[in-house]
């Protein structure tokens, strides 16, 4: 229990650390902006990873991590990819 | 052994920073791509990190997982058309919230001994999870323009249904958490993944295709947090932070697009805008003064300085590289040419910037509309392109139109509006659009894109 407070404490400063940092992204940017927040919200690959790798007598858990791998990974891999191609079409012309 | 606890979890520190400097580097277009790679940096980071935990001793599942999942969402990333970002970022929140579902089931299959606050972090971020998956897919269908309308579907008691719906996913949340070690309890928790689809379903279903960017927005940040809550499931730091951001993104997001349509997110999640029109809105006068494409020409030719309003019309066309052409066009002639965006123009946050980028367009050209709105009176001609609801004066004129209160792009201020339209349809929100009827409007019928490529070849034919 005591560690779901601690838990909750860091949730509670990286939302306002959200909302502080994001609030500044222009609107020009906001297509990368999702589908960048597509990539991270991947991170859950770390919790896949680990259900995934789970040792025997843990079949079907590690099965099910497995499938998860997958959601996460074309989370991860397809956000950032797309978004670095997105950012790259944004240019500025000299005239 | 707990060293290298202590030293895997150091990365994930760093990782975290990654993630906020990464967004903090997106507030500027000339710094967003370093951000995204440094981001993507640190989640590479994270993935090897995981690798080297003690307790991660199969590799067959991870190694299948890792490349399906990058094979596959390689090809998005190149193949899929800007004009299909929306498509693909909904489908995008869906998987990550389908990611979060399964890390909560595979944790509940393994370790169901566990005190009843985890069985309610399972629940919950099952009951996330699941949402977010089933909503995104009916999203994603109606972007697609297949399986589902785009129209809103309405049908009767919608509300207590979904209200139902949810009393049951609670009630079953406690039946699990009370006992997840019963033998009954992974039926009971495959029962409220089951209900949570249907909700899913039910919450999205009856949202219009124009109220997508809400949406969108919405079901990002239901994948953040689930993403978060599946972080309490594991008890670890980097997923509650990294799905904090992503939750608070989404959020910030969602409020925009509302702000953006004068509309509470209650009003578009709740849906039927549109059922119950007020009264009388007031009555259109004036007369259509349709043009042809060498009369359109012969007043752009003429125009110093030219705003064109690109709408959802220009990615259906998939008009934008003809814009580019005739934007190059008008500026050979001396004329000024800008850009003004609506914030809920498109189907999703910033879709139309996207696209215009991809055409080449210097994001210098791109003008939001609150920039805008004060130089409308010194533009000679506004063009507008496959937009209606975000130009239509009623919103700052009549009292009883639904559109009453939402902010627009003025574009009647101009000296001229040209109107690029397929036909004389009403917009999404079904309203007259009183700007069409006005004397400096001429309305210049037809496709968008064959319509921009007459003109392109008018000034061509000119000698310019």
Known sequence: MEVLIFLLFILVLAIFLGFEVISKVPSLLHTPLMSGSNAISGVTIVGALIAAGLGEGEDTAALIGGVAVAFATINVVGGYLVTNRMLGMFRKKDK | ?464
Not at chain 2, 65 to 71: D, E, H, R, S, T
Not at chain 2, 150 to 167: D, F, N
Not at chain 2, 439 to 449: E, I, S, V, W, Y
Request: hydrophobic letters at 55%; a neutral charge.
């Open chain 2, 1 to 464: 052994m707990e060293d290298v606890r202590t030293l895997l979890n150091l990365v994930y520190i760093l990782s975290a920073v990654t993630f906020i400097l990464g967004f903090k580097l997106m507030g500027r277009p000339t710094t967003a791509r370093q951000g995204n790679i440094l981001s993507a940096v640190g989640m590479a980071a994270a993935v090897v990190a995981t690798l080297m935990f003690p307790e991660v001793v199969r590799y067959t599942y991870i190694a299948a997982g890792l490349a399906i999942g990058a094979v596959i969402g390689a090809l998005f990333a190149f193949r899929t058309p800007m004009t299909g970002m929306p498509q693909m970022v909904g489908l995008l929140n869906g998987f990550g919230g389908a990611a979060s579902l399964l890390v909560a089931w595979a944790e509940f299959v393994a370790h169901p001994e566990q005190p009843i606050y985890q069985g309610i972090i399972i629940w919950l971020t099952v009951l996330i999870g699941t949402v977010t998956l089933s909503g995104s897919l009916v999203a994603w269908a109606k972007l697609e323009e297949r399986f589902i309308p785009t129209k809103p579907v309405l049908y009767p008691g919608q509300r207590t249904v979904s209200i139902l719906l949810l009393a049951a996913i609670l009630g079953g949340g406690i039946w699990f958490a009370l006992d997840m070690n019963a033998p009954t309890a992974a039926q009971v928790l495959g029962a409220v993944t089951a209900l949570a689809f249907v909700l899913g379903i039910l919450l999205v279903i009856p949202i219009g295709g124009a109220d997508m960017p809400v949406v969108i927005s919405l079901l990002n940040s239901y994948s953040g947090m689930a993403a978060c809550a599946s972080g309490f499931i594991i008890q670890n730091n980097l997923l509650i932070v990294a799905g904090a951001l992503v939750g608070a993104s989404g959020i910030i997001l969602t409020l925009i697009m509302c702000k953006a349509m004068n509309r509470s997110v209650a009003n578009v999640v709740l849906g039927g805008f549109g059922a119950d029109l007020p009264g009388k809105a007031q009555a259109v006068v004036g007369e259509i003064k349709p043009v042809k494409p060498d009369e359109a020409y012969l007043i752009l030719e003429a125009a110093n300085s030219v705003v064109i309003v690109p709408g959802y019309g220009l990615a259906v066309s998939q008009a934008q590289h003809a814009v580019r052409e005739l934007m190059e066009a008008m500026e050979k002639n001396g004329t000024e040419v800008r850009f003004a965006i609506h914030p809920v123009a498109g189907r999703m946050p910033g879709h139309m910037n996207v696209l215009l980028a991809e055409a080449n367009i210097s994001y210098d050209a791109l003008v939001e509309m609150d920039a805008i709105n004060p130089t409308m009176d010194t533009v000679d001609v506004c063009m507008i392109i496959g937009a209606n609801d975000v130009v239509n004066p009623a919103a700052l004129e009549d009292k009883n139109s639904p559109l009453w209160g939402m902010p627009i792009i003025e574009a009647h201020r101009a000296r001229t509006v040209i109107v690029m339209k397929r036909s004389m349809g009403k917009g999404f929100a079904g309203v007259e659009n009183p700007l069409f009827f006005r004397n400096n409007t001429r309305m210049l019928f037809g496709d968008a894109k064959a319509s921009l490529q007459a003109l392109i070849n008018e000034f061509k034919g000119s000698g310019n």
